[in-house]
């Protein structure tokens, strides 16, 4: 399969994980592109990524993000700030990944794959909470921030090891939640 096409279903996956997370999906990539792992390579001008200052504050922001989004009404605070952030996130891991084309095209390539990917799983997940929140008070939130961390680390990891299976698992969850997000709506309205 030509690179290109492993390059965007790569993106798509990353992208969907960013959706759920933003700086865990970045993490992972930026460790597989430092460590060379799977073939990983970023475009020249996202290389920065990988570097020791960027992989630090991945760690330190992640794990906030991880721990921030377990506690009530931060976890509603950072679902407002990923509206934008996410799809950012989607975006740039996205584009990254595009190493063979030159930067301005991976930056389009990114924007077009991943930031309405990111959006797309990003509300989802805010309507899945928001549903969370109405019908338990926000006492299941920390268990489904939970599954949302471990789906958006599996996605990432999926999406760098196998892309083209990771990529048809975006499509099917996406599918799955769309569906989820239509039944739920109907249920509170």
Request: charged share 10%; aromatic share 4%.
């Amino acid at each position: 399969m030509p690179t290109l096409f492993l390059s965007a279903f790569l993106g798509l996956g990353l992208a969907a994980a960013a959706g759920l997370r933003t700086f865990l999906p970045l993490l992972i990539l930026a460790v597989a592109a430092r460590l060379h792992l799977f073939g990983v390579t970023l475009n020249p001008q996202a290389g920065w990524l990988a570097s020791t200052p960027m992989l630090v504050g991945l760690c330190v922001a992640a794990a906030a993000e991880l721990v921030a989004d377990k506690i009530p009404l931060i976890d509603h605070a950072l679902a407002a700030v990923g509206t934008v952030t996410r799809p950012l996130a989607g975006a740039l891991a996205a584009g990254a990944v595009f190493h063979q084309l030159d930067p301005a095209t991976a930056a389009l390539a990114g924007l077009a794959i991943g930031a309405p990917t990111a959006l797309a799983f990003h509300g989802v997940q805010s309507t899945t909470r928001l549903v969370s929140t109405a019908t338990s008070a926000g006492l299941a939130n920390p268990i489904i921030s939970l599954v949302e961390d471990v789906a958006s680390g599996l996605l990432a990891l999926a999406a760098i090891a196998v892309p083209v299976i990771a990529a048809l698992a975006v499509v099917a969850l996406l599918l799955a939640g769309l569906r989820i997000r239509r039944g739920l709506g109907r249920q509170t309205s």
